[in-house]
C-alpha cells in the first residue's frame, strides 16, 4: 500500500466517489473544440497565402507533435495521481514542484481568457461576414456575446457542457458536406469533367 505524501495524497475517503465529467464531455469535447476553433477556419488561408502548402503542412505538423507529445506528457504524470480542484496546475505542481506549477498555471490562465475573446472576435467576425448588415455593431455584438457566455458558464456547468455538445454536433455537420465535396471533386477529376 503507497503511503500519501503532500507530493501525491492519497484519496480522501470522505470525498464522495461520483464522477466528474468524464472522459468524452470533460476531455474530449473541449479538445476537439479548442483544435476545431474558429481560429482555425479564419486564418488558415491566411497562412497557406503567406507562408505555402509546404510550410503551412510543417507549422500544422509541429503544432501537433507539441500537442501529442504534451498529452502524452500530462497523461503519464496524472495516471498516478488524484486530480484535485485546480486540473492543469494542480497535477504539474504536485509532480514537478509549485514553483514549476505556477510558472505553468499563471500562462495558461492568461492564454485560456485571451482565447475566449479570440473565439468571441472570431465568431463575430465570421457573424458579420455572412450578415454585413450587422457590420457597424460588431463591437456590441461582442459585447453581447461574451455576456451570453459569460451567463451560460455562471449558470451552471451542466449547461455550459450541453452546449459544448451542441457546437460540436454544429462543427461536425459542417464538416460532412467538405468531405462530400472533396470526394466528388476527386471523382470527377477521374472522370476527366475537371
Known sequence: ????????????????????LGTFAG??????????GVIMYLRFGWVVANVGWG????????ATSIT?????????????????VGGAYYIISRSLGIETGGAVGV????AQAISVAL???????????????????????????????????????SLAIKMQYFIMAAIVLLLCPLVLV??????????GVL
Open 1 to 20: 500500500m503507497t503511503q500519501s505524501s503532500p507530493r501525491n495524497p492519497r484519496p480522501d475517503s470522505t470525498i464522495s466517489s461520483r464522477v466528474g
Open 27 to 36: 476531455v474530449y469535447t473541449p479538445s476537439v473544440l479548442t483544435i476545431l
Open 55 to 62: 510550410g503551412t503542412l510543417v507549422i500544422v505538423t509541429l
Open 68 to 84: 501529442l507529445l504534451t498529452g502524452l506528457s500530462i497523461s503519464a504524470i496524472a495516471t498516478d495521481r488524484v486530480v484535485r
Open 107 to 110: 500562462p495558461l490562465y492568461f
Open 119 to 157: 473565439y468571441t472576435i472570431g465568431f463575430v467576425e465570421s457573424l458579420t461576414r455572412s450578415f454585413p448588415l450587422l457590420e457597424p455593431y460588431q463591437l456590441w455584438l461582442n459585447l453581447g456575446t461574451t455576456i451570453a457566455i459569460t451567463l451560460v458558464a455562471a449558470t451552471s456547468a
Open 182 to 191: 472533396i470526394a466528388l471533386h476527386r471523382r470527377m477529376w477521374e472522370l
